[in-house]
């Protein structure tokens, strides 16, 4: 039987009203008050506050209710505005040290000291996620224009949750360790959710100016998408199975829009996690929340699990935002809730928890009245008796804005010309472009001073906030028409951005670049305005005797790119229907931003004087048949230039770089020896040493060498490195950095772009300037390989960026290319062809040899046999007393303590225990032996081996050729396991 409104109004007072603390109007539980219960609890007033105006109430009560919601909502921005330090630190460099504080004081705001993992990015989204709920139902919350620039930086704050590691939703870290903060699928989820309702939510109400409108990174919205549909169905990398992800796959956040995962999510929860009074946060879930460990708790002996029926609320709310009541499983969820209940004070009241000890039919409720629990108690009966409808609490629902569809609309590219004689030019071709002259109307910039201008966002002198971090923007925000008080700015795409990257005066990159940017926007874009960008074109781009920018904008002229509608115009004529983004009313922009600094458009002013690069354009900058070739016959390699010049005295170090008949990568080498020498600041020719290597990485065409030795001394890096680095951690793979041989840096998650730069211009520079860039390409190539063509790393578990750069290099030497000279399009497909074996097969003569080539492969990439880790495991689950020893490191039982064999934790340790092979040969030669053993055993369990077995030592006894085939070696370590007694059972078959 349905209960009335005014049943519902005295069950709030009772247990939240009469639990808020009077000058913040906080919700305390114990000593502390945390802003995911806070939220909850302000939920509930507002959604009583809907039942109330449902039924036309005019006692006053609607107002109260929306008062103390209200209260509540500024109560947490108060908390957070007392802690503006952590969040201006942390939004620039993702301290954890810096994370904003969870706990409260309930009273005065103070953030509290406990032992607690503060780190929790889903309380900021979920609180900022409410926010706009609240505002666009008519709540007013936000009073001032500093208010307004605090919420800004929360939004700051979250942005980047793709790449933060923290301690997920019950602030326990990762599976295993509680310090250990990691990637999670909850606090992914809630960002981008919260992203997405707050992007340009006018915080004073609709008829504000949009000084008070609040600006989301729609790319950030793309990457967190992108990143949660990676993690997902797992909620990291560490936890398979956890009920947080009950809060992105139905209420609150609604977060994933594909049905078959969303189902996969509930099922497996559901078969791990469901007991008879709720569930259980994880499996074997024996911890008491984070702020409650060291509170006073009952005898906890023989305790085996808790179980958290308020946690079943959420697939009850869930179904009834779905219309699934009279679904089997919602009437399942309501008798486990009804299990669970008992009465205090007239009221239906929810345990905390329940306590199930060895003995399944003994079980103990925690009865504390939790205001957050009783809340969300409230909150779903209310949806139950129809008292208020889901649209109350979700403005999505009739919003078509945010329907999960893409829009194919039609992409809007204006083309322009570097100057009229280059417009003549591809007038030619039948290519129509403009001219900046033609153009005086609208600013062109950069991305990175589009990037500049919007850190004036959220910018507050007072509080001592800087705005908008120094991000780089993506094609999302490229892709639209900025209106900027009275001036209109286009911005072109960060490919195109010369100031950035070298990578970018590969016209096949740039080529390629357009064609992805294109499907990008075609499968991204969701606004009904059509996305509208900017290709700057210059005569450097289109080198003789190669034409791939040509084939592309001859392809787009016809109106259609692989079926997708293209319109090529006068930029004028594109901007009425393109995607309008409005920044008005701030005064700093007015007052201090230079509109008429267009560096896009401006010539590179030349140095006064520098070294000849004459004889660099003859002999080093060769042309585009012989640089895609990397012809060995013509140029020599630059290990051969380091050992030229590694002999050689200051003077004659100087009369290379200072030769014209002298290859410019040869001069570039000299001039780096001198560095090593005699410091960047020497001169030569006139100059420093350092301006002529700045100068040459701004002209050089061509000669990526030159343009990779320049580019990794002067610290150059690529904007897209973080975001490529959580695609591949995502796709449950590690990365090594580091040349071979060198020390190496294992990367397992997702690091900050300062600790990248760190690991780049530090670890690589001091190994190989070389390897700065290089490696940066190679993690970008293998990122997009990952994510287009994800079966192509099966079997690898880390990915060794050194050892792949040296097993490639090795075997292209072999077919007469230098790796170094290849352009970053031709590296990619080397590199795209090594993975799927092509480049292999092809070099491969003999069987014998294409066992020895496959082996290094392997070893190289770090491939093993499928099941591997399967194997391993149970080797040592049916051995407990076994330890596997290679070189200075062992593997043993304890090592699959808390973690199943289809893990990344588990297959990590295995990978430390290979990573002892000297090589690529020996490493997957350790591969098979240990193949080997661990099948004998699964297939003769009554095995038992001796207690240490060194692997290392039973393949050097086994006497193994790099040559043979899998099972010659196999053959060879079975002999030797049963000859030389590594068995203590004799006599049983193991072939």
Sequence with gaps: ??????????????????????????????????????????????????????????????????????????????????????????????????????LFDPHTGDAVDVKWNHMQMHTVSLYLFYLSQMIRSGLNIIYTIEECN??????????????????????????????????????????????????NLNLFGPKSCTETALFVDPDAVFRNESILKGLSPRESLSKNVDAALLLIEGFPAFAIHNQATRAAIKKNIDDELLGKFGYQRFPNDQSELGEMKNEEKGDNEGLIRYEWPFLVLFQLISAIFDGEEEMQNFAKYQDILENSLYESDGFPTLPRAVKIFSDEQVAEKDLQAIPSI???????????????????LDFRINDKKFKKKKSNSVIQIALIAESTSFQQLLSTYGIITQTPNQIASVYIWPSNKLSHLLSYLGRSEVLGLTGRPQRPLGSLSTSR?????????????????????????????????????????????????????CLMLSSTLFKKDSKPLLEVLNMLKFGEFEGIPIKIGRLQELIPAAKLTVLD?????????????????????????????????????????????GDKAVLL?????????????????????????????????ALLRLIEVIGEDFIVEGMKIVDHI???????????????????????????????????????????????????????????????????????????????????????????????????????????????????????????????????????????????????????SQESECFLRTRILNGTLGRVPNGLYTLVWDLLRTQPHLTLVVMDTTLTSADMAGVKPGEADFALKVEAFLSDGQDSITRHLLVETLQVLATAVARSPELRLRETVDVMELLERAKVNKNDSFDDVSQKVLTVLVKEDYFAVQGCSIS
Excluded at 483 to 488: E, L, V
Excluded at 599 to 626: C, G, Q
Excluded at 698 to 714: A, F, N
């Design 585 to 629: 009313c701030h005064k700093p922009l007015k007052d201090t931003f230079d509109f008429h600094e267009n560096r896009i458009l401006a010539s590179p002013k030349l140095m006064r004087r520098s070294l000849s690069i004459r004889s660099a354009d003859e002999n080093s900058m060769i042309n585009s048949s012989t640089q895609s070739s």
């Design 150 to 199: 605090v919420v800004q930086n929360l939004i700051y704050y979250i942005e980047r949750s793709y790449r933060v590691k923290d301690f997920g939703t019950w602030g326990l870290g990762t599976r295993n360790d509680s310090t250990q903060p990691e990637l999670s699928a909850t606090s992914i989820g809630l960002a981008k959710t919260a992203l997405k309702v707050c992007n």
């Design 374 to 392: 009783q809340a969300l108690l409230i909150l779903f009966y209310l949806l139950r008796d129809r008292h208020i409808h889901p649209t109350d």
């Design 694 to 844: 700045q100068h040459f990485y701004k002209i050089v065409e061509g000669d990526w060498l030159v343009l990779r030795l320049c580019g990794g001394y002067l610290g150059k890096s690529v904007d897209s490195l973080a975001p490529s680095l959580a695609t591949i951690v995502v796709a449950n793979k590690a990365v090594c950095f580091g040349k071979m041989g060198q020390e190496e840096k294992l990367v397992t998650g997702p690091l900050h772009p300062k600790l990248l730069d760190e690991i780049f211009h530090t670890l690589l520079r001091d190994q190989d300037v070389l390897h700065v860039c290089l490696q940066q390409e190679f993690l970008i190539f293998l990122a997009e390989i990952i994510d287009e063509a994800p079966a192509l790393f099966e079997g690898i578990t880390v990915l060794r960026i050194g050892w792949i750069i040296n097993i490639l290099a090795e075997i292209l030497l072999n077919l007469g290319i230098l790796l170094e000279y290849l352009p970053p399009h031709s590296l990619k497909r080397k590199l795209l062809e090594l993975l799927s074996g092509d480049l292999t097969t092809s070099y491969c």
């Design 1 to 102: 039987m349905a209960l009335t409104v005014d049943f519902y109004y005295d069950w709030v007072v009772s247990r939240l009203v009469s639990k808020q603390t009077g000058a913040l109007g906080l919700f305390p539980h114990l000593r502390y008050s945390h802003v995911r219960d806070n939220v909850i609890c302000a939920v509930t007033l507002w959604a009583m506050s809907k039942a109330l105006k449902s039924r036309q109430d005019g006692s006053g009560r609607l107002f109260e209710m929306e008062q103390l919601a209200i209260k509540t909502m500024r109560g947490i921005l108060f908390c957070y505005t007392k802690q503006l330090d952590k969040l201006e630190n942390f939004k620039n460099n993702q301290d954890p040290d810096q994370a904003l504080h969870v």
């Design 637 to 669: 390699s630059y290990q051969s230039y380091i050992q030229c010049c590694e002999t050689k005295t200051v003077e004659e170090l100087c009369l290379v770089s200072s030769d014209d008949a002298s290859p410019l990568a040869y001069k570039v080498v």
């Design 481 to 533: 028409v900025w209106r900027i008080g009275s001036k209109t700015v286009v911005s072109v795409p960060l490919y195109q951005d010369k100031q950035d990257f070298y990578i970018c005066k590969d016209e096949n990159f740039i080529a390629k670049s357009i064609k992805n940017h294109i499907r990008f926007l075609h499968n991204h874009w969701t606004s009904a305005k059509r996305p509208t960008f």
